[in-house]
Structure formats: structure tokens, C-alpha cells
């Protein structure tokens, strides 16, 4: 009787397991999902006031975030080519009039852009980098991947158990993830940055941006990296210089027609003018980014230790 109970058990592990294990249609990599897309819309809808709450305030300047949103938007044109289902997110690209340099993106499409970090910025093209790098999160999923892997590590046992006894997995696992929404503030892993970077520097060059705007971007955090308090956004990345390496590469390997190519552009004139000219007028006693206020953030790797799925 009890070898029958633990073989069901088991069996039942396996099925959720196998039953999370999707294609991911970005990525072309297969990926433990127990979140569904509705989930994913729902937990980042959640999330986003907190988050605003924590960061914050979100930028009252329309025009601004209106250029923020444009952006951001036309990024996303190329990413929904490759995965249509992601255009059932309701996508918002909110800018935080906050000094702190942080990026970041909730799943179901909410991206978040301090203002500080647009200040370090030069060119739209740097702000397309940061923008389509977020947005490679989220259509990579990387959200919802790490609350599965850690829903697996924690609680397999006990969602298998209900899964078999009731057949409601996926409310039970909803449950536990709306009471998570710190996870959402943890560090990727190193594999997912860099697959943002990639898909971040492919849907730029799709759209005419010259995607050495991504490595200047890294350069630009390289630099403020070796003040005495590094900024947010670099405890949460890796190390900005070997991104640039890695960024560089990717463009003499894949893009190399991009380069001293006029049709991609980094657009300076139009970034100076739409951007921090209006900033450097609205906050002309802002002086130099803070580091303060800070959300609590895991150092990375902090969740290598949790199980894998199909990652082979
Ligand atoms: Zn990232």
C-alpha cells in the first residue's frame, strides 16, 4: 500500500514536471513553466503597485514617459513577430522618477526605467538597449521561471500531493507565487542576462538602432561600478565589462552590417532634446544619482541551489 501511495506520488511529480516543460518561442529553449500566461499577467499587474510604492513615484511628466512608452513599444514590434501570445500582456513602460539606476521588468509586461539611469544615458539608442533587454525577460520568461524553479525546490512534495488529490495544481500554485512577489525582485541568472542582452540587442537592430548603444550602455555602468556604493541595477547584473565583451561579439558575429552603417542609428540629437534637456530643466537641483532606496535584492546566485527542471 505504501509503495502504491509513493509510486502515485512520483508519478505525479513527474507529470507536473513534464507538464511545465515548454518550447519557449523566443529562446528556442525548453523551460520548467508552472505559471500560466494569465498568471504571469496577473502577478505582475499585482506586483506593479508595490513596486512603485517601493522605487518610486512613477514620473509625472507626460512627455517623458510618453517617449519612454514609444520607444519601448517599437521594441516590442519585433519581439511579439516571434511570440504573438505575448501581445496578451498588457505591455507599460513606466518611467520612475527615482535617482537610483535601476531597470527592471515585471512578468506579463510591466517595465520599469529609472530616471537616474536615463541621466548616465547619451543616446536613444542606450534607453532602446535597456528597453529591449527588459523586454527580453519578460518574453523569455525568466520571471515565471525562476518562481517555478523555486516552487519546485520548496514545494514540490506538497503541490504534487494536491495536484493529485484535487486536480487543482495551478490555483494552488498561483497561490503560493501571489504570496512571492519578492521573487520578482531577485537577481536573474547569469544564462538569463545574458540571453536579455542578446534578444535585447537583436530587437534594436530590427527596428534601426545601432546596437552598440547596448555596449556603450555597459560602459556607462562599468564606470559608476567602482564608486563606493554601486549602483542597484549592478547588484542584480553581472559584471557590466564581460556583458560588453559578450556584446561585442555578438555584433561582429551576427550584425556586423550595422557598423559604420547609417541606417542604424544611435539618435543623440533627438534622445538630448526629447530627454535630458526636459530632465535638466525639471530637476535641475538633482545633481548626481543616489544610490538610496534600495528594495531588498538576493545577491546573485543565491538561487543556483534550486532545481534545474529541464535544463539540459
Ligand atoms: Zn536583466
Known amino acids: 500500500m505504501l509503495i502504491r501511495s509513493v509510486l502515485v506520488l512520483l508519478g505525479a511529480i513527474v507529470g507536473i514536471v513534464a507538464g511545465g516543460c515548454q518550447t519557449n518561442a523566443t529562446t528556442g529553449r525548453q523551460q520548467m513553466l508552472f505559471l500560466s500566461l494569465q498568471h504571469e499577467a496577473q502577478l505582475g499587474a499585482e506586483a506593479k503597485p508595490q513596486m512603485l510604492a517601493e522605487m518610486g513615484p512613477a514620473m509625472s511628466r507626460a512627455e517623458i514617459n ?22 496578451s500582456f498588457t505591455w507599460e513602460f513606466t518611467v520612475l522618477d527615482s535617482n537610483v539606476i535601476n ?23 542606450q534607453l532602446a538597449a535597456v528597453l529591449g533587454h ?10 515565471n521561471e525562476r518562481v517555478s524553479r523555486t516552487l519546485a525546490a520548496q514545494l514540490g512534495l506538497e503541490v504534487a500531493a494536491a495536484a493529485m488529490g484535487s486536480g487543482e495544481s495551478a490555483q494552488l500554485i498561483h497561490q503560493i507565487a501571489a504570496q512571492s512577489t519578492e521573487l520578482f525582485l531577485m537577481s536573474y541568472d547569469r544564462r538569463q ?5 542578446s534578444l535585447g540587442a537583436e530587437y534594436m537592430v530590427a527596428v534601426g538602432y545601432d546596437p552598440m548603444g547596448a555596449v556603450q550602455v555597459m560602459e556607462i555602468l562599468n564606470a559608476v561600478a567602482g564608486s563606493s556604493k554601486p549602483p542597484e541595477i549592478l547588484s542584480t547584473h553581472p559584471d557590466p565589462a564581460r556583458r560588453a565583451e559578450a556584446l561585442r561579439k555578438k555584433i561582429a558575429n551576427e550584425f ?8 542604424y542609428k544611435l539618435k543623440e540629437a533627438e534622445f538630448k532634446s526629447g530627454i535630458l534637456n526636459k530632465l535638466s530643466r ?26 534545474g527542471g529541464c535544463d539540459h
Open 282 to 307: 525639471a530637476f535641475p537641483h538633482a545633481g548626481e544619482p543616489t544610490l538610496a532606496g534600495a528594495a531588498s535584492i538576493v545577491p546573485e546566485g543565491a538561487l543556483g541551489a534550486l532545481v
Open 193 to 197: 542576462e545574458s540571453e536579455s542582452d
Open 134 to 143: 527588459e523586454i527580453g525577460h519578460v518574453m523569455a520568461r525568466h520571471g
Open 103 to 125: 531597470a527592471f521588468a515585471l512578468p506579463g509586461g510591466k517595465v520599469f526605467m529609472s530616471r537616474g539611469l536615463m541621466q548616465k544615458m547619451t543616446n536613444e539608442a
Open 256 to 263: 556586423p552590417q550595422t557598423q559604420g552603417n547609417p541606417a
Open 66 to 87: 510618453l517617449y519612454v512608452e514609444r520607444v519601448g513599444k517599437s521594441l516590442l514590434a519585433p519581439a511579439l513577430e516571434r511570440d504573438p501570445k505575448m501581445a
